[in-house]
Structures are given as structure tokens and as C-alpha cells.
């Protein structure tokens, strides 16, 4: 896949994700978090009010350290067509 339609195809998997009214399952969401603060180069802190909180973000982002941007956005991206095609 080309960069210019790797990144169309993830703004498109961000997109459906912040369009979708219910709440995804804990494991989910903070895997979609990691793969798009690696995705988008977006190293700053996690900066939720609760510390366990924090402590799983930081965690994710841990995960997510050796892989390039490129491979967190298309990590990204299955993760959301596998979520929506399962999903009930």
C-alpha cells in the first residue's frame, strides 16, 4: 500500500472509530490508543485524571515502542475493520 493511501485509509479507520457511539472493550481501546500516538508521532504523556489509568496507557505505548509509524497505522486500521466485522 502507498503512504498517501496508507494514510487515507487510517484517517478513515480514526474517523469511524470517533463516530462509533458505543464504548469499546478496555483491551481494545488502549491498543487503539498506542498504535495511534505511535501512528501520528504523538509521544507526549498520558494525561488522565486517574493514575491506574495512566499506568495502562503507558503500558500500551510500551508495546508499541519498536514498531514504525507506518506499521502502528496499519496496525491501527486492522485492529478497527476486525473490530467492526466481529463486533455484535
Known sequence: MSNETLNK??????ARVNAHKDPFPADTLLKLYAYYKKATNDYGKPRS???IINAFKTNALFQVKDISEDEAK??????VNKYFLYRK
Not at 485509509?9 to 480514526?14: G, L, M, S
Open 49 to 51: 485524571k486517574k493514575q
Open 74 to 79: 496499519q496496525a491501527y486500521i486492522d485492529l
Open 9 to 14: 485509509v487510517f484517517e478513515e479507520a480514526v
